[in-house]
């Protein structure tokens, strides 16, 4: 005899096996987009990113309508070695300009401006370096780092979300003119000496439009930079990495191959494009720099960059590792957005 078979108990299994099914289904189509991708991506070359995975693409980076994101280093030390409690504190401003996507400048140079360069009283009792204020008066922190670490989140929130995009637009933050407690009118200071201080600290202004004085590189300094970067063919692409041996970045790279002839790039590929020079493909010559668009969602325009060495040929991290490649690529013919060269805002 054949066993009874409950219909309620068989239709709970049968729903059972539709949802496995189509559980399975929705899983492959996910792993299937994604090959097709990954797949699009390597065979293109095209990049990932530029390392501003930190980055809210929505809020944009108006970051660079202030600074250049660049500066000397001798500058930079120079500057702090006279700026009292702070003098130690060089290193604690680039980390934490970092972790908050702000150029470390213009942070040193609004916490000098707040702190009389380290020796106000508020900085030395209250580790408090941004003159940062409560309902009960002048914030108090733990330690110096502390202090640095909280200013660079609220410059970050002024800029980003609050939109004040250029240095005028932060001075009417942190100096307003005709404020009830600047009754002698020294707030009109505040913007002139924030762009003097960003001078003295080795950074620059950037210009939408690429402006300020090029660098001509030698053939000598391109040689140099690519004897030290081309052992390094082959090293795995890394969206956020800057390290040379183990992943890294198309704009990290770009840094790391410019430091070898002592110059100091911003961290991004838009930030890179903001700080060269408007350059035609006709003009190029080894050393520029090649930039691209829409090679991935960044909420910006340029989103790769890659080192131009002559005849069509660059020089870049991309896909899943440092290569060369062509501005001919079709990919990349496709996805061009201009050429630079690096310049001087200072």
């Known amino acids: 005899m054949y066993k009874k078979i409950n219909p309620k108990a068989a239709i709970k299994v049968a729903t059972f096996k539709l949802k496995f099914w189509l559980l399975l289904i929705v899983v492959a189509l996910f792993l299937l987009v994604g090959i097709i991708q990954t797949v699009g991506v390597v065979i293109g070359g095209g990049t990932a990113g530029d390392g501003a995975a930190d980055y809210d693409g929505s809020e944009g980076d108006g970051l660079n309508t202030i600074t250049s994101g660049a500066f000397n280093q001798e500058k930079w030390d120079a500057a702090f070695s006279k700026a009292g409690v702070l003098k130690d504190k060089g290193a604690a401003y680039i980390k934490y300009a970092k972790q908050y996507q702000i150029d470390p400048v213009l942070l040193a140079a609004i916490s000098f401006h707040e702190t009389g360069w380290g020796t106000s009283n508020m900085v030395k009792t209250k580790n408090n370096v941004g003159g940062m204020m409560s309902a009960s008066g002048g914030m108090v922190f733990a330690s110096l780092d502390e202090g640095i670490e909280r200013m660079a989140n609220t410059v970050h929130n002024r800029i980003f979300k609050d939109g004040k995009n250029t240095i005028e637009a932060l001075g009417s933050v942190y100096a307003p003119l005709g404020a009830a407690n600047d009754p002698t009118g020294l707030n009109q200071n ?102 691209y668009t829409k090679t991935y969602n960044a909420g910006r325009p340029v989103t790769h960059v890659a080192f131009y060495l002559g005849d069509g040929n660059v020089f870049q991290a991309s896909g899943n590792k440092i290569n060369y490649s062509s501005i001919n690529n079709s990919y990349w013919r496709a996805h061009l957005y201009g050429f630079g060269r690096v310049a001087e805002f200072n």
């Open 190 to 291: 505040w913007i002139p000496t924030i762009k003097q201080y960003i001078l003295e600290l080795g950074g620059g202004f950037a210009t939408g439009s690429g402006g300020g004085k090029s660098i001509h590189l030698s053939n000598k300094q391109v040689k140099k930079m690519m004897d030290a970067a081309a052992p390094y063919e082959g090293t795995p692409y890394l969206l956020g990495g800057t390290n040379i041996q183990t992943g890294i970045d198309c704009s990290a790279l770009m840094q790391w191959m410019f430091r070898k002839i002592d110059i100091n790039l911003p961290r991004t590929a838009q930030q890179q494009y903001d700080h060269t020079k408007r350059v035609e493909e006709s003009e190029l010559r080894p050393g520029d720099l090649v930039f």
